[in-house]
DNA sequence: CAATCGTGGCA
DNA sequence: TTGCCAAGATT
C-alpha cells in the first residue's frame, strides 16, 4: 500500500480529535516541551499534567531551573517515578545555560547531548518544538506501525533496522507537515490504537490496517518479562525517598529504618541513592535531598 | 542486548 | 486481586 493512504486519514483524525494539552498550544516554549517529554517517559499524560504546570510557574527558564540545588528539582518531581529523570532535566537546564546560552537547542544533534535526553526525546524536541524532520519513534508510534504495516499486535522489544526504515519511507516531506504527522500517530497509538483493547471501531485507518485484516491476530513472539515490584530495590529506593522527598529538612536514619526492612537492603539502597546523586549524607546518621 | 530504574490506575 | 501498562534513557 502506498504510504500516503495513511496521511490523510491520520491527519484529518488529529485535527478533530488531538487533546488540548499544555505543551501543545502555539505559546508553549521549547522548554515547556522538553520538560513535558522528560516527564512523560515511561509516565501517564493524567499524571505529568499537574507537574508539569508547577514546574512551569515556579521554573519558566531553564535558568531558573539551573540555579536550584538538584534537590529542589527532586522534590518537585513528587510522585512522578524514575526520579533521576528529575537529576537528569536539572542537568539538562544547567548544560543548556553553560551551553547553548539559555535556550534549548534546536538541532537533534545538540539535544541528543544533553542528560536524560535520547533518541526519542531529541526528535519529539526538535519536531515538536520546532517543527523540524524527524522520524519520532516512540511506543505508541511503533505500536500503529507493527499493526498497520506488519499485520503484528505488538512491537518488537527493541526499534529493528526495518521499522525504522518504514518510519522513515512514511514521513512526510515537508518539514512542518512532519511534524505533525510524528504527533498524530502518536496520539493514535495514545487514544485508539492502543496496547490492549484497541478501539478499531473508531480507527481512521482500519479498512487499510493489516493487522485488522488479518483479524486481529494475538501476539506470537517471545514472552514478555513483567517486572518484579514488591520488596525489590526499586520499591526500597522509592520508600526511601519518599521519606526524604516528603521532610522539610534533613532526615535521621532512624526515619529511614522505619521505612524499610530487611537493614541489609535498605543500606544498599541508600548508598546507592546517594551514588546516584538522588539523595545526600549530609552528617553522621543524617540524610537529605541533594 | 538485557537489566535497571518508580508509581499508580485500571481491566 | 493482580498483572499490565504509561511520550525511554542509561549502562
Keep these: 500500500m502506498p504510504a500516503s493512504e495513511l496521511h490523510t486519514p491520520v491527519l484529518d483524525w488529529y485535527d478533530a480529535h488531538q487533546r488540548d494539552l499544555p505543551w501543545r498550544r502555539p505559546e508553549a516554549s521549547p522548554w515547556s516541551v522538553l520538560v513535558s517529554e522528560l516527564m512523560l ?25 539551573a540555579a536550584e540545588p538538584t534537590g529542589e528539582a527532586v522534590r518537585a518531581w513528587g510522585r512522578l517515578g524514575y526520579p533521576r529523570r528529575a537529576l537528569r532535566l536539572h542537568g539538562a537546564a544547567v548544560a543548556i545555560v553553560a551551553e547553548h546560552g539559555g535556550e534549548v537547542p534546536s538541532e537533534y544533534a545538540d539535544l541528543i547531548g544533553l542528560p536524560g535526553v535520547g533518541d526519542y526525546t531529541a526528535a519529539a524536541v526538535a519536531s515538536f518544538a520546532f517543527g523540524r524532520r524527524h522520524v519520532v519513534l516512540d511506543t505508541n508510534v511503533r505500536r500503529v506501525l507493527a499493526r498497520t504495516r506488519q499485520g503484528v499486535e505488538l512491537a518488537s522489544t527493541s526499534v ?9 519511507g512514511l514521513l512526510p516531506d515537508d518539514p512542518a507537515t512532519a511534524a505533525t504527522w510524528a504527533v498524530a500517530v502518536m496520539e493514535l497509538g495514545a487514544l485508539v ?11 481512521p485507518v482500519a479498512d487499510l490496517c493489516a493487522w485488522r485484516l488479518a483479524g486481529r491476530p494475538a501476539y506470537d513472539g517471545p514472552p514478555r518479562r513483567t517486572q518484579a515490584w514488591a520488596g525489590t530495590d526499586r520499591q526500597c529506593r522509592g520508600r526511601l525517598m519518599a521519606v526524604l522527598r516528603e521532610s522539610e529538612g534533613p532526615v535521621h536514619r532512624s526515619a529511614l529504618e522505619a521505612a524499610w526492612s530487611p537493614e541489609s537492603q535498605r543500606v544498599r539502597c541508600l548508598a546507592g541513592l546517594v551514588e546516584d546523586g538522588l539523595a545526600a549524607h549530609v552528617a553522621p546518621d543524617v540524610y537529605a535531598l541533594p
Design 41 to 65: 517517559q515511561q509516565t501517564p499524560v493524567a499524571r505529568v499534567l499537574p507537574v508539569h504546570q508547577a514546574w512551569l510557574e515556579r521554573w519558566p527558564t531553564p535558568a531558573d531551573l
Design 193 to 203: 490504537c492502543t496496547a490492549s483493547s484497541p478501539r478499531c471501531g473508531e480507527c
Design 160 to 168: 529493528t533496522r526495518a521499522e525504522r526504515e518504514t518510519a522513515t
